[in-house]
């Protein structure tokens, strides 16, 4: 069989900056722009898997623009069709304005945009994974645990965004109301348990947490948490579950994904794996997809998921 890391060549296409959102300034605004890569001569008959990458930046820095290397190179890779999203940003002053769970909704919403233009984008609505980095593995764990509740709150922003205005590509009507279908999910390096990333590195709290979930409260802060969070699904419904973590992350510690697949564990969820092989730090292995890296270690991991799982 051939390595799915070195395939012929086959082109995919970067469509970039497509609103999801009308109102709110969205059309103006990048923050509710995604990019999708899809792969132009798909290896498979039919529609492609959807597979989401949620990006970090302490939910208050940085843009998709950051990873186009990586969807180019995950969507040939893997034989899918890769989302990523922008999502609104906590300012970095008190109030906010923009505090959780704004993050997450918007991604919600950006995913469920493209479930409602699937024919369009050649899309499987049945075969949806998430990847999540950092702040991105945050999200990751919200919409696995709790979907009900912000896929919900999600829906509702695409329907307040079609009474608003009937042109725009986002207010279409929904071709799918139930959940999105998620079979697996990824997080790297991921922040699950905002107390505990508190309480290990202190200055955290002046520098993002302050403003993307208010000011330091136990309880709030748990109630964000995946770790301490009971799904609003079956369980049967969580899907599987690979954490990624660098023991050379110095930026967030092997604790979060550590507690986190316990936490998951005790849910009765049955396929959770914790994998520490990566070795670079926090933001390495990700910026490393696709830069040109003989033994891209990030990415076979990440093929190798998506086919196991499908």
């Known amino acids: 069989m051939a390595d799915p890391l070195k395939p012929e060549r086959r082109p995919v296409k970067r469509l970039q900056d497509v609103p999801y959102l009308c109102g709110m300034d969205a059309l103006t605004s990048e923050e509710h722009l995604l990019d999708l890569y899809i792969p132009v001569e798909p290896l498979r008959k039919g529609p492609c898997p959807l597979v989401v990458y949620l990006k970090g930046g302490a939910w208050t820095d940085r843009s998709k623009e950051g990873h186009i290397s990586l969807g180019m190179t995950l969507a040939e890779a893997a034989d899918v069709v890769l989302l990523i999203p922008n999502y609104r940003l906590s300012p970095k002053k008190l109030p906010s304005g923009l505090e959780h769970p704004v993050h997450v909704v918007d991604a919600a919403t950006a995913i469920l945009f493209v479930l409602d233009h699937a024919k369009e984008y050649s899309v499987d609505p049945s075969q949806v994974f998430l990847i999540g980095h950092s702040a991105g593995g945050h999200m990751a764990g919200l919409l696995t645990l709790q979907p009900k509740h912000y896929f919900e709150s999600a829906r509702a922003q695409l329907r307040a965004c079609r009474s608003e205005s009937a042109s725009c590509s986002a207010a279409v009507e929904p071709s799918i109301e139930a959940l999105p279908q998620i079979r697996g999910a990824v997080g790297i390096s ?21 403003f993307a979930f208010g000011p330091f409260s136990p309880d709030a802060y748990r109630q964000a948490s995946p770790t301490n969070m009971q799904p609003d699904v079956p369980v049967s419904s969580i899907p599987r579950w690979l954490l990624l973590h660098s023991p050379n992350d110095t930026l967030v510690n092997l604790r979060q994904s550590s507690d986190f697949q316990k936490h998951l564990q005790n849910l ?33 991991i990440l093929v190798d998921f998506l086919l196991q799982v499908q």
């Open 190 to 210: 991921g922040i699950y348990d905002l107390v505990a990333i508190d309480a290990d590195f202190p200055s955290y709290r002046d520098m993002f947490l302050q």
């Open 268 to 300: 009765g969820v049955s396929q959770v794996r914790l994998d520490t092989s990566l070795s670079g730090g926090h933001f390495d292995d990700v910026l490393g997809v696709g830069a040109g890296e003989d033994e891209d270690q990030l990415l076979r």
